[in-house]
């Protein structure tokens, strides 16, 4: 097995980064395990002034073929994150530490995408394209999105939930979605609003469809089968389907429009049978969708890596 210049971004006790290192590994290659959990107490990194001054491990690398971004870690709240004592005992250290940890272990994805490294997928869109601005981008490139309400203003959603159902939600996700009662129009549960902003949108009532796009291609699209709004843990059963082509072409033209060499995008049917996208999300989950489905979406997703490296190998075999 040849060491390859592959790196994945995450830790092999995260099942997903695990698929994608055993199905690279499956493929003649050993790539370079970057494990964010690790600096700053175990990992060394070291960034010089150039763009190809990066030392992890004690090794220089510089350009990687292709990466693999699973997760950086960058909340004290994520995967597998954990705080010391003292930390724990002052939230102002754990906020300042896990931003000075944050910051270096970013620069690193920047300065790859910088130079030209392919990532699966960008800091820049990963980090930066959230879920509001992301539909933003993709309606005004004449792409169906539902009706949509980022607010914290009572006033605006009183005026954006009549005459409508309409659901709510977190405005960066974590919580399931809800559709909106009398009860929640009330002075009182709009008050909350002063403690956090709130995703509405229109009620979509039509079918749940889960779409996996990698390098402009659609990998396979998945029905979920549910009888509640927030599909999540309430699957009943997933199911391969084929996507009417100009639907499957709209998918393709988000994902380049918002800039994700893999995503997993979430679309859903309104009254009308019209499919409208909800979001796209930058590290997808695929684990439990193939194993329902019996579909693959990892090995598309190693093709792509592993496909970059052996380009990387003949250019260097070339310039030699």
Sequence with gaps: MSVS????????????????????????????????REFPE?????????????????????????VYV????????????????????????????????????????????HLGVPLYNPP?????????????????AGLPTPDSLWTNDPAAVLRFCEGRDAIFKPVAGGAATRKVEAAD????????????????????PGDDVRVYVIDGQVVCALRIVTDAIDFRQHEQRIE??????????????????IGLPYTGMDIKADRHGRYKILELNPSAMFIGFEQRAGVDICGPLC?????????????????S
């Design 5 to 36: 210049p592959i790196v994945i971004v995450g830790a092999l006790e995260d099942a997903h980064a695990r698929a994608v290192y055993e199905g690279v590994r499956a493929r003649g290659h050993e790539p370079t395990v970057l494990d964010a």
């Design 42 to 66: 175990q990992l060394a990194v070291s960034l010089g002034g150039g763009p190809e001054q990066i030392d992890i491990a004690g090794h220089r690398i510089a350009r990687p073929a292709a």
């Design 70 to 113: 699973r997760s950086l870690y960058q909340s004290p709240a994520g995967f597998g994150v954990e705080a010391d004592e003292a930390m724990r005992e002052d939230w102002r250290r754990t906020v300042l530490a896990f931003r000075e940890r944050s910051t270096l272990l970013s620069a690193i994805l920047l300065r790859w995408e």
């Design 124 to 140: 820049t869109v990963g980090n930066n394209i959230t879920k509001p601005y992301q539909l933003a981008l993709l309606r005004a």
């Design 185 to 204: 129009l009330s002075p009182e549960r709009l008050a909350k609003l002063g403690a956090a902003p709130v995703c509405f949108q229109e009620l979509l």
């Design 240 to 257: 391969a389907i084929e996507l009417a082509p100009e639907v499957a072409a709209s998918c393709v033209r988000a994902a380049a429009i």
């Design 303 to 319: 093709d792509a890596l592993v496909g970059h490296a052996s380009a990387h190998a003949r250019a260097t075999r070339t310039a």
